[in-house]
């Protein structure tokens, strides 16, 4: 039986005893940067697989350094932290690791500076977010990015995330799956928890770290996949609303949503509607790496097995 804890306080804690006060600086502002990490299980294995652990920590250092939250833990500890506490809580299943930066001081007033900084941790099963065997539907959403001079997005701010969840409902009260956001000049940035690719003519086609998105880890993924195992370039370049409408292929890439086939936007079918076969080569080349069953990239893997935990 798993039993879930958190890493808080600079300690190891059952979960439940993980609680902040009303008055912490980051639940009255939002001032705080996380990163969601995937360990995926494998059956065969019997361990999970934490996907490019050190990746998701050198991000979060850097939105760190944007945000002015001091992180004194390095890369290595951190990986050190999240593998205790994933043996620890025991999961023989897929699961989402939540690390956390943030400002702790319990003080009102809106600023970065003048307040003290903590880290935590908790760890939840996690199974699929988006479908990525029949492919999602996308509105383009009413909400706009939010542009780098308002909140930088490649710092995964968690107050930033309100204008996801604000795109994110729109879409879904409008039967859609995913939104997708343009940027206040009308180009595509990204999905709400997802970066987009097109395929075009054969290429990728995906926008480029300037048009305010994340940069995400996935999105590295899948461009190196397409490289080097289909021989497939990108081009990293503004992509027009109306692309989207008239491209061969249209995917979705993030650690929650995986590679997911769009198949249809604005109640236009994508392609002939279906899963595109780039898009479906990527997606198995991608959940072999992801189930550690592609040695040449064990190298993003961190194994950990599960301690067993009596009831
Ligand atoms: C807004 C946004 N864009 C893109 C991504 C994809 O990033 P990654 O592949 O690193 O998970 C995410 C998810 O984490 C996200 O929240």
Not at 290 to 306: F, M, N, Q, S
Request: proline share 5%; net charge negative.
């Amino acid at each position: 039986m798993a039993t879930p804890y958190a890493y808080f306080q600079k300690r190891f804690v059952p979960l439940p005893e993980a609680k902040i006060g009303i008055m912490t600086h980051a639940f009255l502002y939002g001032t705080a940067t996380f990163e969601g990490i995937r360990g995926n299980w494998s059956d065969e294995q019997e361990q999970i697989f934490i996907f490019r652990l050190r990746d998701h920590f050198q991000r979060l250092h850097k939105s760190c350094r944007i945000l002015r939250i001091g992180l004194p833990q390095s890369e290595d500890e951190l990986c050190d932290i999240t593998v205790k506490l994933v043996e620890m809580c025991g999961y023989r299943e897929d699961i989402y690791i939540r690390p956390i930066a943030y400002k702790s001081s319990e003080a009102i007033g809106v600023r970065m500076h003048d307040l003290e900084d903590d880290f935590l941790m908790f760890v939840a099963p996690f199974g699929p977010y988006l479908d990525v065997e029949k492919g999602i539907r996308c509105m383009t959403s009413s909400w706009r990015r939010v542009p780098d001079m308002g909140i930088p997005a490649r710092a995964k701010v968690n107050g930033l995330y309100v204008n996801s969840a604000l795109a994110k409902t729109e879409a879904q009260e409008n039967g859609f799956d995913e939104a997708i956001m343009l940027n206040d000049d009308g180009h595509v940035s990204e999905g709400s928890g997802e970066n987009i690719f097109l395929v075009e003519g054969g290429r990728l086609v995906t926008p480029p770290v300037s048009d305010n998105i994340l940069v995400g880890i996935t999105r590295d993924t899948a461009i190196g996949l397409a490289r080097d195992e289909l021989g497939v370039e990108t081009v990293e370049r503004q992509i027009d609303r109306s692309e989207l409408y008239v491209a061969d292929e249209c995917f979705m890439t993030g650690t929650a949503a995986h590679i997911s086939a769009v198949v249809d936007v604005d109640r236009r079918p994508v392609g002939d509607g279906r899963v595109g076969p780039i898009t479906a080569e990527l997606q198995r080349r991608y959940f072999s790496v992801l189930r550690g069953r592609t040695e040449k990239y064990d190298h993003w893997l961190t194994a950990v097995t599960p301690k067993l935990v009596k009831p």
